[in-house]
């Protein structure tokens, strides 16, 4: 089955730093690949379509500028939380989508802002 | 895309069978139901998808009525490690061209011994 890889799984960082994750898609091509945030006990909230090869798509009340996303080949999309605060600190999920496999998810990453 | 309304949460115990409905009043024509499960801190896992009367794989049953208006996701026999987040959505199914998922509130299923 399809196999989407995310890193890192856990990540601490200073207040005003830059910190980026990575989702790898193991065994198939994603043209597509989404990006989810998950605040505790809450639900995921999609942030972003990435779509390889072109910019992409945020949610309204993302801002573009602050999560950069790079998706520069058909099985790697990279999240970047520019000038992250503590208010950042949360649960990154992506997810690859695949015409055969249909969606499959990373096992997140979780971000602490200190 | 169509809401889904399920609820918030569920208790049941080892050996049980569960049963949680998910509704779709909104359902298009061509939407499938899906239903994902998710542990802390990881991703959402593909449990089941169908479209109408039942699907049946090695972990779930899934009962989808003729209006199609609502779905459940049958668990049997569960066990203390089937405690998670149960998600349903609806939409075009996962091998056509990808579209965005979005993730109502799921159901929070906790199972005691």
């Known amino acids: 089955g399809a196999v989407v890889s995310q890193h890192p799984s856990r990540v601490i960082c200073k207040s005003g730093t830059s910190v980026k994750i990575e989702c790898r898609s193991l065994?198939?091509?994603?043209?597509?690949m989404f990006w989810y945030r998950q605040f505790p006990k809450q639900s995921l909230m999609l942030m972003a379509t990435?779509?390889?090869?072109?910019?992409?798509?945020?949610e309204q009340g993302v801002e573009k500028d602050k999560f950069l996303i790079n998706h520069a080949s058909l099985t790697l999309s990279t999240l970047t939380v520019t000038s992250a605060h503590p208010e950042d600190s949360s649960f990154y999920i992506c997810?690859?989508?695949?015409?055969?496999?249909?969606?499959?998810f990373g096992s997140g990453t979780r971000l602490t802002v200190v | 895309l169509a809401k889904t309304t399920q609820p918030i949460s569920m208790d049941s115990y080892e050996g049980q069978e569960v049963n949680i409905t998910c509704s779709h009043n909104n359902i298009a024509t061509n939407d499938y139901i899906t239903w994902y499960q998710q542990f802390p801190s990881q991703g959402p896992r593909f449990i089941i998808q169908?479209?109408?009367t039942k699907v049946t794989n090695e972990v779930a049953s899934l009962f989808i009525p003729a209006d199609r208006k609502s779905s459940t996701l049958s668990l049997p026999r569960v066990s203390l490690s089937d405690t998670a987040v149960y998600y349903c959505?609806?939409?075009?199914?996962?091998?056509?061209?990808?579209?965005?998922?979005?993730f109502g509130s799921g159901t929070r299923l906790s199972i005691r011994p």
């Open positions: 065994d198939f091509q994603a043209t597509t």
């Open positions: 169908g479209y109408k």
């Open positions: 959505l609806v939409g075009p199914p996962g091998y056509s061209s990808a579209s965005k998922i979005i």
């Open positions: 997810s690859a989508h695949d015409s055969s496999y249909g969606y499959t």
């Open positions: 990435s779509n390889e090869g072109s910019k992409a798509t945020y």
